[in-house]
């Protein structure tokens, strides 16, 4: 019976060496790695913030290497040279990501469609409101939704927040009717997330009241709420004020 094969001597060395550089790559990982994940679980998160997917590329390398490693060591066999250059390409890259991602932060914008998603959600209330005002010195009552959508456009096409919905969707804005209002939605409803604008229109047909939702933030916890203005609640109505 033959003797169970030893790993060589320098196993031991090159074990830890490629445990180190594992850990290496998960530790330069990790920040963007977390940004992607809350990205995906959602349920909404600012577009901005979520990094590339191909920060999974370097967490799978690692983890493959680590396996590899570990069987490696066990059958006291020597790993190929080509993980250490692996190894040694995937570090240098990762790290390169890491000087090169900025991370979130204030972003250059120059149209509607990549604004930040409180100006985007302003600018559409806008529109939606426009559109009603020129109905109603028509004569005509607060159009239905079907008339409204176009207001949600413009000639480059769909305005949609810069959010990500869970599993990195994007949608465009959800116009949600409130009907028979005596006054403006003043909370969010069940289930509505940043990116919801709420159209409250009077039982006269004649008076509307618009708010919007976006994501906030208060002490690290983020919600979905309504836009602030300068009374509290940003409220565009053709209404009396109280």
Excluded: C
């Excluded at 790559?25 to 959602?42: C, E, K, M, T």
């Excluded at 939606?128 to 000639?155: C, T, W």
């Amino acid at each position: 019976m033959s003797e169970p094969r030893r790993p060589p001597t320098f196993a031991l060395p090159a074990l830890l060496l490629h445990l180190a550089i594992v850990l290496l790559i998960v530790a330069l990982s990790a920040q963007p790695l977390g940004r992607l994940w809350r990205a995906i679980v959602g349920p909404v998160s600012f577009s901005d913030e979520a990094a590339s997917p191909a920060w999974l590329l370097a967490l799978g390398f690692a983890l493959a290497l680590l396996v590899a490693r570990v069987f490696s060591f066990a059958r006291g066999r020597a790993l190929p040279i080509r993980w250490t250059g692996a190894a040694i390409v995937a570090v240098l890259a990762v790290a390169s990501g890491r000087a090169l991602d900025p991370g979130p932060g204030e972003v250059a914008w120059t149209s509607v469609h990549d604004a930040p998603p409180a100006v985007q959600t302003a600018e559409v209330m806008k529109r939606v409101s426009d559109r009603i005002d020129a109905a109603l010195v028509a004569g005509k009552d607060v159009p239905d939704d079907a008339a409204l959508q176009p207001a949600l456009a413009d000639e480059k096409g769909e305005i949609r927040p810069n959010y990500f919905y869970r599993g990195l969707a994007r949608r465009p804005f959800k116009l949600v009717r409130v009907p028979k209002a005596s006054g403006p939605v003043d909370r969010k409803l069940p289930g509505d997330l940043a990116g919801t604008l709420y159209l409250a229109v009077a039982p006269d047909m004649r008076h509307y009241w618009l708010t919007g939702l976006v994501l906030l933030q208060d002490n690290g916890v983020r919600s979905s709420d309504l836009l602030p203005g300068p009374n509290g609640v940003m409220v565009v109505t053709n209404a009396a004020t109280r």
